[in-house]
């Protein structure tokens, strides 16, 4: 390396250093030298689970706006830095270790339930609060303490969908299909299944697949061969094309769901197959709030907000992290306080309530039914 490219190399190490500088305090200083909170959101903005990642990521960035809008956090504005991790472990690890050690954030939100487990010691180690902002569950709960859950019960959704099967559409025998590289459907099968048997019913089928799977033929087939009253499929939009071949082949009985169900993609990749399948989802309220938060998203991204549950959780999930910072301060021991300490925070998904292990548990789902022109209503 000659002279000359030393010398550019440290005026860009300098400048960097005068625009970008971390101190001690948890803040940034950018620019002009106003101090910044800088808040972190990783998740899958590309490939096959985009569809979730990006919704719930916009629902972050709109409260970002609205906070900054109203003036910040005690004066200090947010700043949100967003790594695209494609649902890709390696790079979800990665992210985490790079924003708490290079970027100096010490809140990460994400959309990602099963590489959070993974990245427990990464918290730990770089003393970093890693916030669920799409799920919560009793296994997320025993993550030790630097993890948090803000959005829906996951285990309720099992058991609510496993009491609308037996005691409401009186299925006696189900088979299960779900994607097996993603703890959270693992968990929505056991809460399915315990709850099923309790009732007095039977899984009698139960096929895993892995992730960029699209044929679904062979697995439709010994579904055929067993003796059910309906299928619960657990994906993301691939089981899209589950629910078509299924169709196609001529299988007949009802599908079970989840909320994504409701995602576009899927429904694009069902086509009619998706009319009458019944799956949990939760339903944005009737009020001034939610009004509001959906006109905001549609004059931001120049769309409707057609699948409101991951924005939702997303915007929840920032304020209460950014009420937390308010109450107890930017260090990660002021923000595992201040989220504990949240207390009927009313949000667009309800009230929410941290329960003393660090996960809600006050958003749940209801049943809601498929139509032919792909529309989904409340089954009551």
Known sequence: MNRAVIAAVAVVLVVGMAFFAFNETGFFTVGSGRPTIRIAWIGPLSGNYASFGGQNMRGVELAVEKINEG???????LELVVEDTQADRKQFLNAVQKLSTVDGVNVIL???YTELFAARNIAERNNVVLVDAVDTSGELAEQGDNIFGIGIYDEAIGFSLAEFAAEEAGHKRVGIVFLNSEAVFELFKNSFKE?????????VFEEGYLADESDFRTIVEKAKSHDIDALFVLNYDEGGFLLRQARELGFEKPFLGIDTFSSQQFLDNAGNAVEGATFTFWTPPENQEYRAFSKAYEEKYGEKLVEPLFASTGFDAMNAVALAIEKEGTSTEGIKKGLLGIKEMQGITGGLTMSPDGI???????IFVMEADRSFHPLK
């Open 110 to 112: 994400t959309s990602q």
């Open 71 to 77: 003036g910040g956090i005690n004066g200090k504005p």
């Open 195 to 203: 709850r099923f048997e309790e009732l007095g019913g039977r899984i």
């Open 360 to 366: 809600v548990r006050t958003i749940k789902e209801e």
